[in-house]
């Protein structure tokens, strides 16, 4: 059972945080859109897990064009999902079952429906409307060429043109333009967002591109060929990851310092390790999302060369370590880890999106589950906060099927489908084994559910001993007897294997290899696949004290 301490202001250093999708978690007007009462109404389950808090990605009113994160009003909540009335009622659910309530916020950019766009558009060159957004004169003698040749993250040019002939910038989808952070109206409204979900009961913020804000568009715009590569820019690249970007989170940090306990923070950031302390500092956000063991193959060096970096990082910044494997950007990985391993052993860009189209490798989904848990177990004794994304609880494979007619992902549309985007981790999940939308809801499913949804579902997994939902559960009651501390001593043994002690002598060991391991001699309390004998058999974790 959950018993964080709600008053606590350290509660997210050591928290489990479960993020809803929440267009894909449960339908409760069975519309086929999951909604703000269908997670009402499953707050019993997320209390049988046992985490501490739900990360909410954007519920706020949109057309979609990505997936919710292209905002029309950053301070109100989507008609198809609920009301802020159903909102705060959520607030009051999670509260009272002890669980901590995260929301996202996407300051990069704005949806084009924000009325902020719409006044951008309805006003001339030059105009206070325009200057909240980044606007600029087309290149060529003409003006009929984009003003640099960049792309957006989606694919194709990252500028759009407008009726008069002007353009604005959007590193995503067009639908999506980009804020221009030197605007002070801009900054005021996002403190007064901040302090609008913190007066509803919000308890922290998860920053979308957090480090995309600041950008130098200084006159002559660089070709893309001049650009630095993003991961060696130092702060020096144009768009990203501008040292500047800092004195907004300073301010930001100050707003969040206003309530008691302290709002929390974590920024979505896309840095590299060095760079991400900034984010994580005490006066900045507070916490950042490390991505690097969702980045790393399956590979005991790989691992164990990431979380020594993380900690070391963690410590010298004064903030705790964050842990992912999966969420709503990247194939889920219980499939990741059933792919043919990368001729060069790294994971490579392109499998986060993944699937282009007709070029599906063969998953070989028993050994993408078998390393999913023992991957969790691996994560859950680390030092520092874990975030699970909803289905990974049941083990819950990509969906590559998806028809291409259902596809919503603006990466498919942009990249005129050579990527097939994201959809196939944004399916809504199989709550029972049979029905329409397998409990989802009474109506359909804006994404298509396979047929082998109904054996992934929790009612499937509910009574057996051996599901992966089962794991879960016991890891997260077993975690919360025994997370203390941020300490983490390694322990030598086989070569592909990882072995740590935590302080009270909890222990985690993961075979990586293909040979069984010997265990110490202690106590199994868990283990992520079933002992062969008295050995850890390949690709499992065991916890022992
Ligand atoms: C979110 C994505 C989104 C993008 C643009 C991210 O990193 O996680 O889902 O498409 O920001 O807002």
């Known amino acids: 059972m959950t018993s964080i301490d709600l008053t606590d202001p350290d509660w997210w250093r050591q928290a489990v945080v479960y993020q809803i999708y929440p267009r894909s978690f449960a339908d409760a007007n069975g519309d086929g859109v999951g909604d703000l009462q269908g997670i009402i109404s499953r707050v019993p389950y997320l209390t049988s897990l046992d985490i501490d808090a739900v990360w909410l990605s954007p519920f706020y009113p949109s057309a979609l064009a990505d997936g919710g994160y292209d905002v029309d ?11 802020l009335e159903d909102f705060d009622e959520l607030v009051g659910a999670l509260h009272s079952s002890g669980i901590k309530l995260i929301v996202d916020i996407v300051p990069n950019h704005s949806s084009s429906l924000h009325e902020w766009f719409r006044e951008a558009l309805a006003s001339p060159r030059g105009s206070a ?3 909240r957004y980044i606007f600029r004169d087309g290149s060529g003698p003409d003006g009929s060429e984009p003003p640099s040749d960049w792309d957006s993250v989606f694919g194709g040019s990252a500028w759009a043109q407008v009726e008069d002939g002007q353009w604005y910038l959007h590193l995503f989808a067009a639908e999506q333009p980009d804020l221009n952070w030197d605007n002070r109206e801009v900054r005021d409204d996002f403190l007064t967002t901040l302090r609008f979900w913190s007066d509803r009961g919000v308890d922290g913020f998860r920053v979308d591109v957090a480090h995309a804000l600041v950008k130098d568009l200084s006159e002559p715009l660089p070709a893309k060929a001049t650009l630095p590569r993003q991961s060696e820019s130092n702060g020096l690249h144009p768009l990203w990851d501008r ?3 800092h004195e907004i989170y300073t301010e930001w940090r ?19 390790a060095a760079r991400r302390a900034r984010y994580a500092s005490a006066d900045g956000l507070g916490q950042a999302f490390n991505f690097d063991l969702l980045q790393a193959d399956w590979d005991f060096g790989k691992f164990r060369q990431v979380i020594k970096e993380n900690l070391a990082l963690a410590e010298l910044n004064g903030s705790s370590s964050t842990w992912v494997f999966s969420n709503h950007d990247v194939v889920r990985h219980a499939t990741r880890y059933g792919l043919p391993k990368d001729p060069d052993g790294a994971w490579q860009d392109g499998k986060a999106w993944l699937l282009s189209n007709g070029t599906e490798p063969t998953v070989d989904v028993a050994q993408g589950l078998r390393r999913a848990r023992a991957a969790v177990l691996l994560m859950l004794a680390l030092p520092g906060s874990a975030y699970l994304y909803q289905g990974e609880e049941l083990g819950l494979q990509e969906v590559g099927e998806l028809p291409a007619a259902n596809l919503q992902d603006p990466a498919y549309f942009r990249s005129k489908g050579a990527e097939k985007g994201r959809d196939g981790c944004r399916v809504p999940l199989p709550w029972t084994v049979e029905g329409l939308s397998f409990g989802f809801g009474t109506g359909g499913s804006h994404l298509v559910q396979p047929k082998w949804f109904g054996s992934y579902s929790v009612q499937a997994q509910e009574g057996d001993a051996e599901s992966t939902l ?37 222990q985690s060991i993961t075979n990586f290899g293909a040979a069984p391991i010997e265990l110490p001699d202690a106590a199994v309390v868990l283990s992520s696949s079933p002992l062969e004998g008295e050995k ?4 499992t974790t065991a916890w022992l004290i």
């Not at 009003?73 to 009301?83: C, E, K, M, W």
């Not at 850890?536 to 690709?539: F, G, W």
């Open 73 to 83: 009003d950053y301070r109100n909540v989507d008609p198809r999902l609920g009301t």
């Open 536 to 539: 850890l058999p390949s690709d």
């Open 470 to 506: 089962s794991l879960y559960r016991k890891a997260l009651a077993v975690r919360r007897g025994l997370q203390t501390g941020a300490t983490l001593e390694w322990v030598d043994g086989v070569d592909w294997s990882l072995h740590f002690k935590r302080p009270g002598g909890w």
């Open 129 to 131: 409307a325009r200057d």
């Open 254 to 272: 100050q707003v969040l310092n206003e309530y008691d306990p302290p709002r929390s923070a974590v920024a979505e950031a896309f840095v590299p």
């Open 243 to 245: 040292d500047q970007v």
